[in-house]
T-cell receptor, first 117, second 117 residues
Framework: GAVVSQHPSRVICKSGTSVKIECRSLDFQATTMFWYRQFPKQSLMLMATSNEGSKATYEQGVEKDKFLINHASLTLSTLTVTSAHPEDSSFYIC?????????????FGNGTRLTVT | AQTVTQSQPEMSVQEAETVTLSCTYDTSENNYYLFWYKQPPSRQMILVIRQEAYKQQNATENRFSVNFQKAAKSFSLKISDSQLGDTAMYFCAFMKGRAGTASKLTFGTGTRLQVTL
């Protein structure tokens, strides 16, 4: 089945630094990937839609300059949290769906737990 | 905009018993998909079951089945013969169904299910 790999699974960084999270579709091509954020005991909130070869589409309230998304190839999207602050500590999850299977559900990465100290 | 509501923050069921998780949604779309995802303590999002809105027949996957009431915009999940491994957070999700696009998922707030001995 379709596999989405997300790396790293856990990261701890100091306040003010930047962190990059990678999301790869291992056995399929994904023109579109999605980035979600999940606070403890809460639901997944969509942050942005990552489009291969073009700019990401951000949800209302999400700072595009803080959460930089790059989707340089059909199998890789990256989310960079710039100048991270403790309030950015959260669980970030990416998802994707194969371009040839429009009716399939989204496949999720294992998530990245970001802790900003 | 679509909204998904899960009115049960927590549920408990004894092993081998049956439990039903409720979900309602609001949309003006006529073509869409509904999903139930399971998120165990590992935080991995696991697809449990999906339902296409144009299908009247309720989806079934082994011990999992749904009661899809399109007019009432209701999509409940029934878990039969509950097992300890079913303990997890369950999210109901909505996706627009436009062919050729990778539509985003809108999640409910989740129901935490605890299966007890």
């Amino acid at each position: 089945g379709a596999v989405v790999s997300q790396h790293p699974s856990r990261v701890i960084c100091k306040s003010g630094t930047s962190v990059k999270i990678e999301c790869r579709s291992l056995d399929f091509q994904a023109t579109t990937m999605f980035w979600y954020r999940q606070f403890p005991k809460q639901s997944l909130m969509l942050m942005a839609t990552s489009n291969e070869g073009s700019k990401a589409t951000y949800e209302q309230g999400v700072e595009k300059d803080k959460f930089l998304i790059n989707h340089a190839s059909l199998t890789l999207s990256t989310l960079t949290v710039t100048s991270a602050h403790p309030e950015d500590s959260s669980f970030y999850i990416c998802s994707a769906r194969g371009d040839t299977d429009h009716n399939s559900p989204l496949h999720f990465g294992n998530g990245t737990r970001l802790t900003v100290t | 905009a679509q909204t998904v509501t899960q009115s049960q923050p927590e549920m408990s069921v004894q092993e081998a018993e049956t439990v039903t998780l409720s979900c309602t949604y609001d949309t003006s779309e006529n073509n869409y998909y509904l999903f139930w995802y399971k998120q165990p303590p590992s935080r991995q999002m696991i697809l449990v079951i999906r339902q296409e809105a144009y299908k009247q027949q309720n989806a079934t996957e082994n011990r999992f089945s749904v009661n899809f009431q399109k007019a009432a915009k209701s999509f409940s999940l029934k878990i039969s013969d509950s097992q300890l491994g079913d303990t997890a957070m369950y999210f109901c999700a909505f996706m627009k169904g436009r062919a050729g696009t990778a539509s985003k998922l809108t999640f409910g707030t989740g129901t935490r299910l605890q299966v007890t001995l």
